[in-house]
């Protein structure tokens, strides 16, 4: 008989979404008091406030001083989107895709800018082939967060390449160290590992980057909120707070009270907290034949968005979402069903704002709720 009773401990918080993901431990709205509203973004204390926001980016980060760093509208798509439709088409592109946000540049590269890419895929779990001439542009995502592979380092990007890299990093950043020799446009939003907000996309820039957006013109129109230059040269006040078009103010303060937390522990510290709650999962997976990492190779498993699947053979379709849904109303954890593209398993976010202690006590509970929907299957 497998024991059915509850586990006695709870995670203190059961917020394991991947975006938005949890606020920071400690956070309050009451933190965000200092939000300069119904002022103008534009006058001295808003603009103070987004270019703290990039600076304190920089120096988090460890991003270059030669890299530009913008704050753009629509989150990390905008950012992202903004990257592609900008700098694209100036060479032969790869595109690379193993899970759904990069299934989703993939086909706006392909049907909307029309370019004839050399695309490559992998199923949920694997990673393509990596190996690309240093003349092309690659777009790729650094973690996948719908299938929780990562690339496992940067080693397969030239560093003599001819062209441009365009990461999505946005659920890396914070949780990852990123190469930055190796990236010439990255992109992430403030909703994922510092548990930030939606609505802005944070947009770094290489100086082969910027060279690119001054010395091509795209052959398709561009919509004011994609515009990096005016009249060939970049348009230098969006890398110092003048932001395009009106930001959130309170998603600007909201940012610089997760940049206070996440300077209290400094980079090293972030991928830590990440790394100790990935490897609680891993520790359980490893130990349990009922569930597995939806990652195949070890190297390329996510340390931020984690996913499961569970492996017997005879189990109802909907199996994971139940036993989600079953965690759910006990309130230990939320948001934790795959993505609604993805095979169906458990996503468990597990970027720097989740406290590692909750993970851990998040793991019996699991094994409750498989045995608890086992045995009413
Ligand atoms: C890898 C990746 N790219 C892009 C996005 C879209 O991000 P946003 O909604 O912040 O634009 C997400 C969101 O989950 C993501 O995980």
Redesign the pocket.
Known sequence: MTDLTKPAARPDNPRFS??PCAKHPGFSLTDLSDAPLGRSHRAAPGKAKLKAAIDRTRAVLGVPDDYRIGIVP?????A?EMAMWTMLGARAVTMLAWES??A?WVTDVVKQLKLDADVRTADYGALPDLTIAPDRDICF?W????SGVRVPNADWISDDRTGLTLC?A??AAFAMDLPWPKLDVTTF?W??VLGGE?AH?VLILSPRAVERLESYTPAWPLPKIFRLTKGGKLIDGIFKGETINTPSMMAVEDYLVALDWAEGLGLSGLVARADESARHVWDFVETRDWIANLADDPATRSTT?VCLKFTDADLPDDFAKRVAKRLDAEGVALDIASYRDAPAGLRIWCGSTVEPSDVAALLPWIEWAYHAERAAA
Do not use: L, R, V
Request: aromatic fraction near 8%; charge should be negative.
């Open positions: 991947s975006g629509a989150s990390d798509t905008g992202y946000f990069g989703g995502t973690n996948g967060t719908t999505d946005t659920s939003s909703q994922k939606g996309g968005s």
